[in-house]
């Protein structure tokens, strides 16, 4: 998890601001994507009623969170 979060923070800090927010809607849009296609494949299930839509929303927070926090703490 930390390498992947690493990468994440490395690239998004070479970047622009509106870069940035299309970087993080970009990866949000592939992982519930890829969430899609793993769950077609029969990795894992979720309940009937899951809307993909919720991870993508939720991929949007969770990396906006974790850039907001970084640069908090890189301020310090």
């Given at each position: 998890?930390?390498?992947?979060?690493?990468?994440?923070?490395?690239?998004?800090?070479?970047?622009?601001?509106?870069?940035?927010?299309?970087?993080?809607?970009?990866?949000?849009l592939i992982m519930m994507l890829s969430e899609k296609q793993s769950e077609a494949i029969?990795?894992?299930?979720?309940?009937?009623?899951?809307?993909?839509?919720?991870?993508?929303?939720?991929?949007?927070?969770?990396?906006?969170?974790?850039?907001?926090?970084?640069?908090?703490?890189?301020?310090?």
């Open positions: 998890m930390a390498s992947k979060t690493t990468f994440f923070l490395y690239f998004i800090e070479k970047m622009k601001t509106l870069k940035k927010g299309v970087f993080i809607v970009t990866i949000s029969g990795w894992f299930i979720h309940n009937d009623q899951w809307e993909h839509d919720y991870s993508f929303f939720g991929y949007v927070l969770f990396m906006t969170i974790i850039w907001k926090f970084y640069r908090w703490m890189s301020s310090m």
